[in-house]
């Protein structure tokens, strides 16, 4: 079965609580409106009882009533729907004047009048033909202090004509108005989702060969133009890495090529006639020598790509960076001899981080200044520590870079000297490593130098407390 669109399950919904707003509200309105007859009618009713009982005060005696009825009976003249009953308590079968059929009902008017009291009290009631009377009783003095129950009725048949009107009107209207309220929530949803068609129009067109398409935030809703902001931050992310990735392929490519190319170039020209058997053992070495540098590069991919992934590291532990420092520069000892070269450790800080990683980062930025440092000079790991970061350098007084080239030092396979870094067995991939352990720590890798005079690098740490 096919799911329900979106724009679909949003018009229904809001056409069903419109719905049920809508009947809510009738419903509402003729409790209110019968609420309000009802008052209409007990203030009426109130307000003649006043008048009539302030009447009866002038009557002498219930006889009196019998006798001169006229002056009650204009109370109540010209008030078809109002209805006057007096009783005599000492003889209720018989009443001492009613104008009108009361509450139609004798047993109910009986009731009412042997219940009646001082106080006004309302009797709703209905007859057999489904009339509907509100009846107002109350015991009156008469002048010579007999009380007599007087009970006033008003029949409320334009009342119920009226809420009868207003319930054939609102049934009648109630369906088209729910149609309207159908059709305008179907145009509004239908509106409101228009900005999803160009969502739908943006994601069919973007691909890995092209993720240059963007989605227009003009005229869009806040809650969509978040969602849409947030999407072309995510194709912008993809576009980088995808561009990033395809120039590290074309890159990697051709670093590996050369070996491969060196290695196939020296098998098929050994092999092109017979040889010795030290030709061929130096044609081996040659081959070995070939095979560690494509294998360097491999055990370097490896590690980018494992600090690609720092979900997968062991969390990070504090560590010295002198003695840090210290264990590297033992490692290249023989290598910094050789050369004449003095390497000094200066300053402490304690840093959070990985142990291993931190040592390679050293280890990278000391084995190149070891490379490019004039024999008998001396290359300095100067540790200091400032109040937000903790920073190592290494400074080596060589030939220096040039400007041009520092902002692309810290890239994949950039060399300032290509065929010197390769002969020198560089993989182009070092200060790449560098700056992605940087980054998993949360630091910075700079580069400053004086062509002919002085490189520093620095590795930045934030401290534990900053």
Not at 119 to 125: G, N, Q, V
Request: glycine share 6%.
């Amino acid at each position: 079965m096919k799911p329900v669109s979106l724009s679909m399950r949003l018009g229904i919904t809001v056409s069903v609580l419109g719905a049920l707003l809508v009947v809510f509200l009738a419903v509402l309105a003729y409790f209110a409106l019968t609420h309000e007859l009802n008052a209409l009618s007990r203030d009426s009713l109130a307000s003649k009882m006043e008048q009539v009982e302030h009447s009866l005060s002038l009557y002498t005696d219930p006889g009196e009533i019998r006798s001169k009825p006229h002056i009650l009976l204009d109370q109540v003249m010209g008030h078809d729907n109002l209805t006057l009953t007096l009783y005599d308590l000492d003889n209720l079968r018989t009443p001492l004047l009613k104008s009108g059929a009361g509450m139609a009902e004798p047993r109910l008017e009986l009731k009412a009048a042997r219940t009646a009291t001082d106080e006004l009290a309302y009797t709703a009631s209905t007859d057999t033909a489904g009339a509907k009377f509100l009846t107002a009783t109350k015991l009156v003095r008469l002048k010579d202090g007999t009380r007599v129950p007087l009970l006033l009725s008003v029949d409320n048949a334009h009342d119920q004509a009226l809420l009868s009107a207003y319930l054939r009107s609102t049934l009648m209207a109630l369906p088209l108005l729910l149609i309207f309220i159908g059709l305008s929530a179907w145009g509004a949803v239908q509106r409101g989702l228009a900005p999803m068609r160009e969502f739908r129009k943006v994601a069919a067109m973007v691909s890995t060969q092209d993720l240059n398409h963007r989605l227009s935030v003009v005229n869009m809703p806040q809650e969509l133009s978040e969602l849409a902001q947030g999407i072309n931050v995510m194709l912008h992310r993809l576009d980088a890495g995808v561009q990033q990735l395809s120039q590290f392929s074309d890159d990697l490519a051709h670093e590996l090529r050369t070996p491969i190319n060196n290695l196939m170039g020296k098998a098929q020209v050994t092999l092109s006639r017979e040889r010795s058997v030290e030709e061929y053992q130096d044609v081996l070495v040659s081959c070995i020598e070939e095979l560690e540098r494509v294998a360097r590069i491999v055990s370097d991919m490896l590690f980018l790509a494992q600090v690609s992934h720092p979900s997968a590291l062991a969390p990070f532990e504090t560590v010295e960076l002198a003695d840090e420092a210290r264990k590297v520069a033992e490692m290249f000892a023989l290598t910094a001899q050789d050369k004449r070269i003095q390497l000094s450790v200066i300053g402490s800080a304690r840093v959070l981080g990985d142990r291993l990683m931190i040592q390679r980062a050293i280890s990278n930025l000391l084995s190149n200044a070891l490379r490019h440092c004039p024999d008998g000079k001396t290359v300095t790991l100067l540790i200091e520590r400032g109040a937000a970061q903790s920073s190592l350098l290494v400074s080596n007084p060589g030939a220096g870079i040039e400007a041009q080239h520092l902002p692309h030092l810290f890239d994949r396979f950039y060399r300032v000297d290509s065929s010197r870094s390769r002969t020198q067995g560089s993989t182009g991939l070092g200060l790449a490593i560098v700056r992605s352990i940087m980054s998993l720590h949360r630091g910075v890798a700079e580069v400053k130098s004086l062509p002919g005079a002085m490189t520093v690098f620095r590795l930045g740490f934030p401290n534990p407390e900053a």
